[in-house]
């Protein structure tokens, strides 16, 4: 999606703010539940739906048999294979591998696409067709004349951020079903590589197509389905279309797609009962590199077994540094670090103080991983406030990328012993005092004989972490310890960088998370999580990304508890 001095434009969707709330009171409780009930049925019927349809694209050249772009995303729209999407991602002709949620894969060719040469990004249309015969998934078209302000639409496509071979729900409503620029606006979030990706309605019919931003979170752009509608006959063709095609298909179809009431909206009021304000406490007074942080706690209530009743905090371990407080109603608390999880980022906590609410939790706690995709969740804050958000997907994996541990040095390629070839300005490798040329004897307290032992030593390792390293210079030996630093984490001007907060510094290295749109704080960090039912689903561990914050499973949480010998053990 490309960017507009006057729109602000991108070449990429981007986010929204979903304004979901809960329940008033504990009087309102039992209908607020049932409606977010409700809700959470539409739904899953609408995902049923749309779901095999949204497809993750990208450039492919079939004669090298190579990738040639970015991703992007679209939708089949009919079981012949013709795909929706935007215009800026294709070039009529050109090649483009799509995949789908169920793990096929074919090639397809681009069609026509329509971007106006006096309004380049409006309207943004493009159409694509799967190259051969054959039936294929495909969600219905709605009507997106028929949208109303404030009735909830889903999005179901694939942030290029997370990478992954799946795509991720989010929900949002429709903010401006037509705005002076002809886009539907929905608060769905959105970022790179969901430019193309569909909008559905909750009957599962896409009513438009993710086209571009402005830089507020809740100005996201959408092409609304009926140009497609309009043009049909036009994009069939491989054709760039700069002015408004002259073919215009007239749809005679009096038919418009059947819409909840907005008067409907789902939109859960504001909760700040008693019950559910008191689950994450403010965590201060952490000093990480002489640094001040602030991040969130959960309280859990451990089984008997244990001997004499036990209660815990937890919270992101990457965040709290050798020393730290608690603020509870106006004082200040010591906190006793008890044991951290570097895999999973997550430190346990103890205090004097007794908390009247906390999770209960035992050592069994979900073992059976839920089903989560498309469910509801609601996190409770340290400022008493419960906030909403979707489960965008089951549990994904991301791999080690911004955790990878810096030393600044790299190694000959292939060499025996390995020879450092590279030692970088101002890196822990620099400060160590290595040197280009010398050899590696041993690393952690283990001898290395190559230069590929050294790259999985290293691996082994998180930033902070502290190592011992001995290496030969002119047939001398050294020794020291070295302090693992994290990778440098540039932030652009771009609109993906710029929401309140930012990225967490530790994101990725997980084995084992879920996703959910919900628009997360640093300080935030650390609260828990639960499904409408009250069930403990996990803590929000970090903010991977404009459209995404990551939660650590409950059952990841019981493991880690259990795991330790607590001094009250029978």
């Known amino acids: 999606m490309r960017f507009k001095s006057v729109m602000l434009l991108h070449w990429f969707s981007i986010f929204g703010r979903v304004a979901l709330c809960c329940i008033l009171s504990t009087l309102t409780s039992y209908a607020q539940k049932n409606g977010a009930k409700v809700l959470e049925q539409h739904v899953a019927s609408a995902v049923d739906k749309a779901y095999q349809a949204s497809v993750r694209i990208w450039g492919f050249d079939t004669v090298r048999n190579e990738r040639t772009s970015a991703q992007f995303s679209g939708v089949v729209v009919t079981s012949e294979g013709y795909i929706l999407t935007a215009a800026h991602v294709i070039q009529p002709g050109k090649s483009y591998k799509v995949f789908f949620p169920d793990g096929k894969n074919v090639i397809a060719v681009a069609l026509g696409r329509i971007d106006v040469k006096e309004t380049p990004g409006i309207p943004d249309v493009g159409m694509m067709k799967i190259k051969g015969n054959g039936k294929w ?53 959105m970022e790179p590589g969901d430019s193309g990706g569909p909008l559905f309605d909750l009957d599962g019919k896409v009513v438009a197509i993710h086209s571009a931003i402005d830089v507020s979170e809740d100005m996201n752009f959408e092409i609304p389905v ?44 504001e909760l700040s009962t008693e019950q559910n304000a008191k689950r994450a406490f403010l965590v201060v007074n952490s000093f990480i590199d002489g640094e001040k942080v602030e991040v969130s706690a959960s309280v859990f209530n451990l089984r008997k077994n244990l001997g004499k009743p036990v209660q815990v905090l937890v919270s992101k371990s990457s965040m709290i540094g050798d020393s730290a407080h608690l603020v509870y109603e106006g004082k200040l608390y010591n906190l006793n670090i008890l044991a951290r999880d570097q895999t999973n980022d997550l430190v346990m906590l103890a205090t004097t103080k007794h908390f009247k609410h906390g999770v209960k939790l035992d050592s069994n706690y979900h073992v059976d991983t839920p089903k989560l995709k498309g469910k509801f969740v609601f996190t409770k804050q340290a400022d008493g406030k419960v906030v909403a958000s979707i489960i965008g997907s089951e549990e994904i994996t991301l791999p080690k990328i ?92 771009h609109p993906v960088d ?48 404009r459209t995404s914050t990551l939660i650590m499973p409950s059952y ?15």
């Open 137 to 189: 998934p495909y969600a219905a078209m709605g009507f997106s004349s028929s949208l109303k302000n404030g009735e909830a639409c889903l999005s179901i496509s694939y942030p290029e951020s997370l990478n992954q071979e799946l795509p991720t729900i989010r929900f949002g409503k429709i903010l401006d079903v037509k705005n002076q620029y002809g886009f539907v606006q929905s608060s769905c979030k």
């Open 402 to 493: 911004m955790s990878q541990p810096l030393l600044g040095a790299m190694v000959v390629y292939e060499s025996s012993p390995a020879v450092f070839s590279l030692i970088k300005q101002k890196s822990p490798a620099e400060a160590l005092g290595l040197e280009v040329g010398d050899e590696l004897v041993s690393f952690g307290g283990h001898e290395l004989k190559s230069s590929k032992e050294f790259v999985a030593a290293v691996s082994q390792y998180w930033p902070a972490d502290e190592v011992l390293i001995s290496w030969k210079r002119k047939e001398k030996l050294y020794k020291g310890a070295v302090t693992f630093a994290w990778q440098a984490q540039s932030v652009s001007k």
């Open 498 to 545: 710029r929401f309140a907060g930012g990225k967490s510094k530790r994101r990725d290295g997980f084995d084992a998370v879920y996703t959910h749109d919900l628009a997360l704080l640093p300080q935030q960090i650390g609260t828990s999580v639960y499904d409408l039912e009250g069930n403990f689903v996990g803590i929000n561990i970090a903010r991977f990304s």
């Open 226 to 269: 009926d140009i497609y509608r309009k043009y049909w006959s036009a994009l069939q063709l491989e054709k760039n279309y700069t002015a408004l095609p002259a073919i215009v298909d007239i749809d005679s179809s009096t038919e418009k797609s059947p819409h909840l009431s907005p008067n409907e909206k789902y939109a859960f009021n």
């Open 556 to 570: 990841k949480i019981a493991a880690f508890i259990y795991q330790y010998k607590f001094k009250t053990h029978s």
